[in-house]
């Protein structure tokens, strides 16, 4: 049995609590994309767990947590988080990692962080955790996979070119930055595929053996629809597929083995980084919505963009993702607000918008009614409903 979770908007929807709910039934947990740009807040009897790379089944013993194929996975970054794990008593010898899974190496994070700083304002807001650049390398296939780490000839050879004649000369020639040496970097590797030796496997087998005993499998999908690099708001997006397509090809598990795909959805809209977001509120409902919600990235501490529910964007996860079952998430934080909005759909183009936005200018009265047919439904109405 194979349920999928997804991120129904733009990330944040509240699915730690959705996984570590369904990861108390579940024989196996599986993280598919994504790296430690993901933030998963799960709240336990023990206290508050933040995970990020680490699936947040770990918290229930009896669960295999498998970092798959399609995650990148920081090495220092999940190190700290086991080290952190251990340090309040909980031994990951339910976590196994795929040697499959690429790493985001010491350059990748500098290089999102210089790449956004050369955008400026068209800049897309990452976390700087390197992720874009981990995924780029892997798909020009000049990647490490953390199978790479248990080969130190190879590590040896590859890291020489790799730093040598890619990363170097752009570091030196382009940013003006200092070089990287790759022979200290090769003795920090080493270091970590000592670490993490015990955690590297090949993952397939152990998850087509977990699929033929009819395990209980949950695919915990990291971000979220919109920021899919495929069918989200790109550029603006992140650069894997977190929606249920990716969730299979990043695990290795066969699409006719999926039972359900979960949607999580949060009962307002937030979204962190720079991209559209036609439901924003940029009132004090959104700042009421931000303080009661503390909605601040988990992993960055950004102040998160709010706005309504947008049943539109919902709808169209749905359909992307064959969403079966929804959970709605965070409904608590609108408790307070006397007036709850629902945006249900908008059909103006950014072109048009804009056409319109002119006209009102121009006649010196904001255009908030505006016909688009002779039906009932094609009309468009913005701003506040004029009777309040
Ligand atoms: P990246 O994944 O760091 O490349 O960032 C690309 C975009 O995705 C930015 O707008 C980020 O704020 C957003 N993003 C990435 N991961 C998450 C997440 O886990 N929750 C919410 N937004 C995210
Ligand atoms: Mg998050």
């Known amino acids: 049995m194979v349920i999928i979770l997804v991120g129904g908007q733009w990330g944040d929807e509240g699915k730690g609590k959705v996984i570590d709910?369904?990861?108390?039934?579940?024989?196996?947990?599986?993280?598919?994309?994504?790296?430690?740009?993901?933030?998963?807040?799960?709240?336990t009897e023990h206290g508050e767990f933040k995970f990020q790379l680490i699936p947040s089944g770990i918290l229930h013993p009896d669960c295999l947590c498998v970092i798959g194929n399609g995650v990148v996975v920081d090495p220092i970054v999940l190190l700290k988080e086991i080290s952190q794990l251990k340090e309040r008593g909980i031994e990951p010898n339910n976590l196994i990692v795929s040697e499959r899974a690429?790493?985001?190496?010491?350059?990748?994070?500098?290089?999102?962080?210089?790449?956004?700083?050369?955008?400026?304002?068209?800049?897309?807001?990452?976390?700087?955790?390197?992720?874009?650049?981990?995924?780029?390398?892997?798909?020009?296939?000049?990647?490490?996979?953390?199978?790479?780490?248990?080969?130190?000839?190879?590590?040896?050879?590859?890291?020489?070119?790799?730093?040598?004649?890619?990363?170097n000369p752009i570091l030196e020639k382009?940013?003006?930055?200092?070089?990287?040496?790759?022979?200290?970097?090769?003795?920090?590797?080493?270091?970590?595929?000592?670490?993490?030796?015990?955690?590297?496997?090949?993952?397939?087998?152990?998850?087509?053996?977990?699929?033929?005993?009819?395990?209980?499998?949950?695919?915990?999908?990291?971000?979220?629809?919109?920021?899919?690099?495929?069918?989200?708001?790109?550029?603006?997006?992140?650069?894997?597929?977190?929606?249920?397509?990716?969730?299979?090809?990043?695990?290795g598990i066969p699409p006719t083995r999926v039972d359900l795909t979960v949607g999580v959805f949060k009962a307002y809209t937030s979204r962190v980084g720079y991209g559209p977001f036609p439901s924003e509120l940029l009132d004090e409902v959104a700042d009421q919505i931000r303080e009661r919600g503390h909605e601040f990235g988990t992993v960055t501490g950004r102040p998160r963009r709010i706005g309504w529910f947008d049943a539109a964007v919902a709808r169209y996860s749905t359909r992307v993702n064959g969403v079966g079952v929804a959970a709605l998430m965070r409904l608590d934080i609108l408790d307070d607000q006397p007036l709850l909005r629902i945006c249900t759909g908008y059909d103006?183009?950014?072109?048009?918008?804009?056409?319109v936005d002119r006209v009102g200018e121009l006649i010196g009265a904001p255009v908030q009614l505006i016909g688009t047919g002779p039906r009932r439904d094609q009309f468009v109405t913005r701003g506040p409903d004029l009777f309040e």
Request: net charge neutral.
């Open 21 to 43: 709910y369904l990861a108390a039934r579940a024989d196996m947990v599986i993280r598919s994309q994504g790296g430690n740009n993901a933030g998963h807040t799960v709240i």
């Open 102 to 167: 690429h790493m985001v190496m010491r350059y990748h994070p500098l290089f999102d962080q210089l790449e956004e700083e050369a955008r400026g304002d068209d800049r897309l807001g990452t976390t700087w955790r390197g992720i874009g650049p981990a995924y780029a390398d892997k798909v020009r296939r000049i990647g490490f996979r953390m199978g790479d780490l248990q080969k130190a000839a190879f590590m040896r050879k590859k890291l020489a070119f790799v730093v040598e004649q890619v990363k």
């Open 174 to 251: 382009l940013y003006e930055k200092p070089a990287y040496d790759w022979e200290s970097m090769l003795e920090e590797y080493t270091r970590y595929a000592r670490e993490l030796d015990p955690y590297i496997k090949d993952t397939f087998p152990i998850i087509q053996e977990a699929l033929d005993n009819g395990k209980k499998i949950l695919l915990e999908g990291a971000q979220a629809t919109m920021l899919d690099l495929d069918f989200g708001t790109y550029p603006y997006v992140t650069s894997s597929n977190p929606t249920a397509g990716g969730a299979l090809t990043g695990s």
């Open 348 to 355: 103006l183009p950014q072109r048009c918008r804009e056409y």
